[in-house]
Nanobody, 122 residues
Framework: QVQLVESGGGLVQAGGSLRLSCAAS????????TGWFRQAPGKEREFVAT????????YYGDSMKGRITISRDNANGTVYLRMNSLKPEDTAIYYC???????????????WGQGTQVTVSS
C-alpha cells in the first residue's frame, strides 16, 4: 500500500502561483508513476500532469500546459506541481495519484490522495 497526502492548496488571486506537494508513505520502495488530476464542481476528474519514477519523463494535459511544472524528489518521497498564471477556471480539488503502470488516465492509478482545494479568485 502507498499513502498519499497532498498539501499546498489555498486561495490565490488570478495570475498568482501555487506549489502543490504530494507526500508518499508506505511501500515507497515500489517504483511508480505519479500523476495530478483535478475535479471542479459538477465536472469530471481531469488529467493535469504525470511524471515517471525517474523523473525523466513528464506529460501535461492541455488545460494547464505551459503554466505548470511537475517534478519529484524520491529521496523525500514527494512530488510537486508548480502552477503559475492561475486562472479562476483552475479552481478545483487537486488530487495526486500513484500507479506502477499508469500514465494519463485516472483508472490506471491504484492509489489516490484525499485532495487539496485550490481556489483562484478573479
Amino acid at each position: 500500500q502507498v499513502q498519499l497526502v497532498e498539501s499546498g492548496g489555498g486561495l490565490v488571486q488570478a495570475g498568482g502561483s501555487l506549489r502543490l506537494s504530494c507526500a508518499a508513505s508506505g511501500r515507497t520502495s515500489i517504483t511508480y508513476v505519479t500523476g495530478w488530476f483535478r475535479q471542479a464542481p459538477g465536472k469530471e476528474r481531469e488529467f493535469v500532469a504525470t511524471i515517471s519514477w525517474s523523473g525523466e519523463n513528464t506529460y501535461y494535459g492541455d488545460s494547464m500546459k505551459g503554466r505548470i511544472t511537475i517534478s519529484r524528489d524520491n529521496a523525500n518521497g514527494t512530488v510537486y506541481l508548480r502552477m503559475n498564471s492561475l486562472k479562476p477556471e483552475d479552481t478545483a480539488i487537486y488530487y495526486c495519484a500513484a500507479g506502477k503502470w499508469a500514465w494519463d488516465t485516472a483508472r490506471e492509478y491504484e492509489y489516490w490522495g484525499q485532495g487539496t482545494q485550490v481556489t483562484v479568485s478573479s
